[in-house]
């Protein structure tokens, strides 16, 4: 279990960066390297060139402001974790945050690698499409924003080209009104989730007006699904247990979920039945908290 | 005597090398030696048409590729077959490197060395091999169809078939009041220990002399076999083996290839050769254990009293058997725990797969028959509608039955005799632990609440110190220090301190003054190995043995120097010394100095042992019957094993709509007979508890259709972290001696892992029993996946539980525990 | 085809190494291997067993997961510089030996420097705090509990040097 031989650099500038990546039909991008050292070292991944970007400047940022966090390329998951602006922004990305691997892994491994990973089973990339966040990439043609619905294509596939490199992730902030829970059901604690359900909703008049739920581990891509419907007509100010089942039909009805070892299909539908109401309550109970405690 | 050190909680003297990182493993020796990687076989069967190795030499920094076609003589013949049987008819082994078939994912092809593992590992990638595909076998039901088979030469895939009897369990079956019938199934896992395998090997060109290193159970059993392969004489090979990174059982096989090619390569290139075990290797080319199919036939009386027991298994011996039948005759025999069924019969057929070998891991055999006997108990007391532990507590064996004859033939090759227990007792210490008879007022509670619990036991008795022998050898120096040499290895089982106590005691010499060595040849190369909780009870009594030949020496020659009878002396911190006359002594260091007549001084104590100074010139020097230095040797060689045994229960919490589990208490009531060190002992049970857990729950072998490990990582085969076991394992001890041995011991070290698959169906099966109602945990271990599909299977069998489950589903959503 | 050398500084332990290394080299390698500092093992090498947890810069990470050269200039902390200035056993090394919180011994310089930068940040941690402190971390012989209690152990041995004078 050790690596294949590649050829390595250590750009100090983004330019030099997008330049080393465009002159290799097959590099990689070293931030973390939390994902890609293992696929290196069982040589299931074999890269010519691997260019490390941590020497970099000014990209291990997180910023907030009233419109969301900004989260630079080489920004920890532990730093973005531990961030008490950010929590207070957009408190999802803590919650989904906790679950990601375990606490030495989050102290290495990088929010955006995460995100441009597109690993269906990861917490992050569910959470930015969820919030309806984006990133930006740097390639030769410069700057330019993806939207987190278009950055995933496939299982571990992202829609940058080879010559691109994500510089930072933005997720909006927690709109007033709103909540936001997450959940999952790992084997082991710090495990890949076997289903997690982030979910979103805005209350107007104590009533749910707006609720949407992000599904990782259950299909190929991050999915996101409109939960409003099986809660519409809702008489009762807390959503009926027949309600929270109702969008857990819903979710399931507009996800494929697949068996593997660790769950069968009809486990992870289970999951996503119970969890979807579970989440979908807890954010409530998130919103009403917020908006009664401000 | 000084304080008394047997029984007492002492602190480990091997820690504090360990705690620096000081500790030497086998990877951290040998900084100049080049390092080997192996091809190994990335199909489960396959004819070996071709081995190309040309673009190999070609790459810097390689010396050496071997395949088959490089070995010659004994090394061209097969591996050893450790352990024959009559009834192993068709016993198979590898060859160090394969020969012209492969028969499992991860049998090892080529072997290269090079500068270092990287490039070994570039080497090997270059190394193109043509395949003709066979049809795999994987799983017992294609062994069983035999539709195809593993070896040409093997019909049915079947290995050995076995059966033994006492009584006629037919019979008393078919005339028994009641009777039932179980088909149970329990799955692969492995020892995975943190360290894999690992063999270093110095050949001395000057002096042909061969050193190796190796990450064993068995010093004695690599140096032979290395010895043997490698056409060296006995005498020149030495084998040591270092600190261990864990052993559990699969290093006790031997020897592996590479414990052979490496000391091959290391003479061939005249330079020290390495090799390194990575993980992915370990899963795929060490060894696995549990898998069996088992069906059982009991009949019992109204009180669930056991009239006869019919068992039927199959075991799955994976592609070859190097290890004989010793695991499924230990579930054979030992399935039978604490009772006694009157009338037995049990046949097994050793079945083979194309898969890793099995062979013992922790338990070793054990955790299958205590599954297919517990499940049994608790089967009789739902059909009687009977408390659980009641219907046990009517089958055991009585305190005044030992030693109590099974009739049977145990794994050793010696009758199945239980030499001393009170299991009665053990079984109301367990109740009292756990709180059984309270238990329905906590599950009411829980219910109340919508939490769903249940509380399984389970029981066992576990033959431990088999034979043939261990043995000791003690030096005490002039110093005074006292070296201690036995030739089993340690995994960390802390053997330097528990054997340190023994000596401490026997010789009435000071802890800190003992220095023990495990797994060394050259310092003990008579031994056996470090298996079946056999350490403290063989090499213990064999230190205890030894140390008291030492101390009857010393006696002797203080008795002379202080002109007093033997029978007036005693050793008291490290000094002998007339009773009642505690100025009247005389160091054992000294002892040491006058046990040794010397013509040459080398110090100013050696100086009191030369000619001129010591001895009646009318005597010979070193008298009749006597030898030269204060030392002792003795061999502890039993009859029969000793028969540990103990009782868990576990209350678990069940997820009514996730079917997560999670344990809520766990308790163990242990009888080891005679505990040397209790904080030792305890630490075993908790490790054993923590890896029962990962076999009940959590791990398993997931081989696909065509014999590919589909999670052989740990990302994929979930060891447990600190999150998935008990917080907290509750343990009372009894102490039984044993009758067999000076010190009344009996081993621990396989204790905890042995009733975990069955107690913790009996708890899953209890917390289940109202909602779906009745169903039965035939299989482990289970995941919470599986547990949910069974539901469901029970569900769509019992439609009238939907309208219980209506019922709950109305209710039980704000009561549900929060996952995170 | 011999691999381009890539030079590499590592202060370990507060010494100062200069290495030249390839580029693929892991950093647990170059720990082990070129500076012979085998005190940190390596369990997996895919970054689930945490034996090979180092301190970078004072923080806890996987060693088998970084490569020597992307590190180059960091401060790394072993097993090996755990100990007191006086060469006694560091209070997290004290506790284990107290509690019997090792057996084999393997996992255990991962289990250490996780502790020991565990307990920098949180000095009195909660039982599920020292849980959660290891939970990363696989042992396969202690089943964790004397762990648990070495972690409760080492933050009071740690407040207790914090008292004397």
């Known amino acids: 279990m050790k690596p294949a031989p590649f050829a390595y650099a250590r750009p100090t500038d983004l330019a030099a960066a997008v330049e080393a990546l465009a002159g290799s039909t097959n590099a990689k991008v070293l931030a973390g390297g939390q994902s890609l050292v293992p696929l290196l070292s069982m040589r299931l991944a074999a890269p010519a060139l691997l260019v490390d970007i941590n020497r970099l400047p000014g990209l291990d940022h997180v910023t907030s402001d009233a419109s969301g966090v900004r989260v630079g390329a080489l920004a920890r998951h532990a730093a973005v974790l531990a961030d008490e602006e950010a929590h207070r922004v957009q408190p999802l990305l803590a919650m989904a945050l906790a679950n990601v691997a375990h606490a030495t892994i989050r102290n290495r491994g990088t929010t955006v690698g995460s995100l441009v990973h597109a690993d269906a089973a990861a917490e992050m990339p569910v959470v930015l499409a969820l919030l309806g966040g984006s990133v930006d990439v740097v390639g030769p043609g410069g700057r330019r924003t993806v939207a987190g619905d278009a950055l995933f294509l496939g299982p571990l596939e992202s829609s940058l080209a080879h010559d691109e490199i994500a510089v930072e992730a933005f997720f909006p902030a927690l709109a007033e009104g709103s909540g936001v829970a997450f959940r999952e059901v790992a084997r082991r604690h710090g495990d890949y989730a076997l289903c997690g359900v982030a979910v979103l909703v805005r209350l107007e008049d104590r009533r749910i007006v707006e609720a949407r739920a992000g599904y990782l581990s259950v299909s190929d891509l991050p999915t996101v699904v409109d939960l409003a419907p099986a809660l519409a007509g809702g008489g009762p100010e807390v959503p009926s247990d027949r309600a929270l089942e109702a969008a857990g039909e819903l979710a399931l009805a507009a996800l494929d979920p697949q068996g593997d070892i660790h769950a069968t299909a009809a486990y992870r539908a289970q999951l996503v039945r119970v969890l979807t109401g579970r989440t979908l309550r807890a954010a409530y109970d998130d919103a009403r908290r917020r908006t009664e405690q401000p | 005597m ?49 081995i190309d190795v040309s673009a190999v030499l070609d790459v810097d920094g390689v010396h050496a590729v071997f395949t088959y076609d490089d070995l010659q003589g004994p090394m061209a013949e097969p591996l050893p077959l450790l352990i024959p049987h009559p009834a192993l008819t068709h016993g198979r082994t590898q060859y160090a490197l394969a020969k012209d078939e492969v028969n499992h994912v991860g049998e090892a092809i080529a072997f290269v060395v090079a500068d270092d593992r990287y490039v070994a590992e570039d080497a090997v990638d270059k190394i193109v091999v043509t395949y003709e595909f066979l049809p795999p076998v994987v799983g017992l039901a294609a062994a069983r169809a035999a539709e195809r088979l593993v070896h040409d030469d093997v019909p049915g895939n079947v290995a050995a078939r076995l059966e033994q009897h006492v009584g006629d369990a037919p019979a008393a079956i078919a005339a028994a009041p009641h009777r039932l019938s179980l088909d149970l199934d329990i799955e692969r896992s492995a020892s995975t220990p943190m360290e894999g395998r690992g063999t270093l090997a110095r050949w001395d060109t000057d002096s042909g002399r061969m050193q190796v290193w190796t990450s064993t159970q068995t010093s004695t059993g690599v140096r032979a076999a290395v010895a043997a392969k490698l056409g060296l004489d006995l005498g020149h090979v030495d084998v040591i083996t270092p600190d261990v990174g864990g052993g559990f059982g699969v290093k006790i096989v031997h020897p592996w290839p590479e414990e052979l090619l490496v000391p091959l390569a290391a003479r061939a290139l005249g330079q020290p050769v390495k090799f390194i075990e990575d993980r992915r290797e370990h899963f795929i080319s060490s060894a696995h254990e549990r898998a069996q199919v088992q069906h059982v036939e009991v009949g019992f009386d109204d009180d669930g009293r056991l009239l006869g027991l019919d068992v039927a298994f199959w075991h799955d011996n994976g592609a070859y058997t190097p290890y004989g039948l010793i695991v499924p005759i230990i579930t054979s025999t030992q399935l039978l725990g604490p009772y006694k069924p009157h009338n037995y019969r049990v046949t097994f057929e050793s079945l083979y797969t194309n898969t890793v070998i099995v062979t013992p891991y922790r338990g070793a055999g054990r955790p299958q028959g205590v599954y297919a006997m517990e499940r049994t108990m608790d089967a009789i007391a739902a059909y009687l509608g009977k408390d659980r532990a009641d219907v046990r507590a009517v ?10 004859d099974h009739h049977l033939t145990f794994q050793d090759g010696r009758p199945l005799v239980y030499d001393s227990g009170d299991y009665p007792q053990l079984l109301d210490k367990l109740k009292a632990l756990i709180g059984w008879d309270d238990f329905e007022t906590v599950r009411a509670e829980a219910a109340a609440q919508g939490r769903r619990l249940g509380l399984g036991l389970a029981c066992y008795v576990e033959g431990t110190g088999v034979g043939p022998y261990e043995g000791a050898h003690i030096h005490v120096e002039t110093s005074g220090k006292v070296k201690v040499a036995t030739g089993l290895t340690t995994q960390g089982q802390g053997h330097q301190t528990a054997f340190a106590q023994i000596v401490a005691d026997e010789l009435g010499v000071p802890f800190e003054s003992v220095e023990v060595v495990t797994g060394d040849t050259r310092r003990m190369p008579y031994a056996v190995g470090t298996f079946a909780s056999r350490a403290a009870v063989m090499s213990g009594s064999a230190i205890h043995l030894a140390a008291r030949k030492v101390k ?92 540990a045994a103990g009782m868990h229960a576990v209350i678990v919490e069940i997820d009514p709509d996730t079917a997560e589990i999670e344990i809520l208490r766990y308790a163990v009531v242990h009888d080891c007979g005679n505990l040397i060190n209790p904080m030792i002992v305890q630490g075993q049970i908790h490790g054993g508890v923590a890896q029962g857990v990962g076999g009940a729950l959590y791990e398993r072998m997931e081989y696909d259709e065509n014999g590919q490990l589909l999670n052989a990582s740990f990302m994929d085969f979930l060891m447990p972290y600190v999150t998935e076991v008990p917080d907290g394992i509750e343990i009372d001890h009894l102490e039984t001696p044993s009758p067999l041995n000076p010190l009344g011991l009996k081993g621990a070290g396989e204790a905890g892992v042995i009733p975990s698959a069955a107690v913790f169906a009996s708890a899953i099966e209890d917390a289940e029993r109202l909602d779906p109602g009745n169903l039965a945990v035939t299989a482990m271990p289970i995941s919470p996946s599986q547990l949910f599909d069974l539901r469901e299977h029970h569900r769509r069998g019992h439609p009238v539980v939907e309208e219980a489950r209506q019922r709950r589903l109305e209710t039980s959503a704000q009561h549900r525990k929060d996952p995170s | 085809m011999s691999e381009e050398l890539h030079d590499v500084r590592l202060v370990v332990n507060g010494v100062p190494h200069d290495l030249g290394v390839p580029a693929r080299r892991l950093l647990s390698d170059a720990l082990r291997h070129d500076l012979g500092l085998t005190g940190t093992h390596v369990g997996c090498e895919h970054g689930v067993c945490g034996s090979c947890t180092v301190l970078l810069d004072g923080t806890p990470v996987r060693s088998c997961l970084l490569l020597a050269v992307t590190v180059s200039g960091s401060e790394v902390t072993t097993v090996e510089g755990l100990t007191n200035a006086d060469g006694s056993l560091g209070p997290v090394q004290q506790a284990f030996k107290d509690c019997h919180g090792l057996q084999c011994g393997f996992c255990t310089p991962g289990f250490l420097t996780t502790i020991t930068a565990g307990l920098r940040d949180n000095p009195c941690p909660t039982h599920d705090e020292a849980k959660e402190m290891i939970a990363g971390n696989l042992c396969r012989c202690t089943g964790y509990q004397n762990i648990v209690s070495a972690v409760e152990r080492a933050a009071e041995l740690i407040a207790g040097e914090g008292e004397s004078p």
């Open chain 2, 395 to 404: 089958n055991f064996i009585q305190p005044d039955e030992f030693p109590f």
């Open chain 2, 2 to 50: 000084t304080t008394r050190m047997f029984g007492e909680r002492i602190a480990r003297v091997e820690d504090d090398r360990f705690l620096r990182g000081a500790g030497r493993y086998v990877d951290d020796l040998g900084a100049d030696a080049l390092h080997a990687a192996v091809l190994r076989s990335p199909h489960a069967h396959a004819r070996i048409v071709d």
């Open chain 2, 552 to 643: 009857e020496k010393a006696l002797r020659i203080a008795a002379d120097a202080l002109e007093a009878s033997v029978d007036d002396l005693e050793i008291v911190d490290g000094s002998v010394r007339v009773k009642g006359a505690p100025d009247s002594s005389i160091a054992l260091g000294t002892v040491a100095v006058l046990s040794n007549p010397l013509r040459y001084a080398f110090d100013e104590a050696s100086g009191a042992a030369t000619q001129f100074s010591v001895g009646d010139p009318g005597k010979p020097p070193v008298a009749e019957g006597e030898e030269p230095g204060l030392e002792g040797k003795d061999f502890y060689s039993p009859e029969r094993s000793t028969f």
